[in-house]
Nanobody, 123 residues
């Protein structure tokens, strides 16, 4: 069993930055693929970014490429999402997800999910 706790959300003006963190419990964190998803009001949950267990491979949805960076610190059981040049359309609840796999997964087929953290970008 893995528990995920997100933090770092908040209100920011357009063009600003936020860094989300996701702290994971469990001793096998380093064997999990990790990802960030987001869900805006009235919309389906969408993939944002994913990172392999080793941290040597990442993948982003097109709308955040060049602005967001996913990273992980396996020694701290934590995955991060650095978000720069934020836009109002980035406003959503952001969720951290984990799955014990060596693959990069971009669909919501993850085994464990956090409770979400709200990100609001004002124009």
């Amino acid at each position: 069993q893995v528990q995920l706790v997100e933090s770092g959300g908040g209100l920011v003006q357009a063009g600003g930055s936020l860094r989300l963190s996701c702290a994971a419990s469990g001793r096998t964190f380093s064997s999990y693929a990790m990802a960030w998803f987001r869900q805006a009001p009235g919309k389906e949950r969408e993939f944002v970014a994913a990172i392999r267990w080793s941290g040597n491979s990442t993948y982003y949805t097109d709308s955040v490429k060049g602005r967001f960076t996913i990273s992980r610190d396996n020694a701290k059981n934590t995955v991060y999402l650095q978000m720069n040049s934020l836009k109002p359309e980035d406003t959503a609840v952001y969720y951290c997800a984990a799955r014990p796999t060596a693959l990069l997964i971009t669909t919501p087929s993850y085994d464990y999910w956090g409770q979400g953290t709200q990100v609001t970008v004002s124009s």
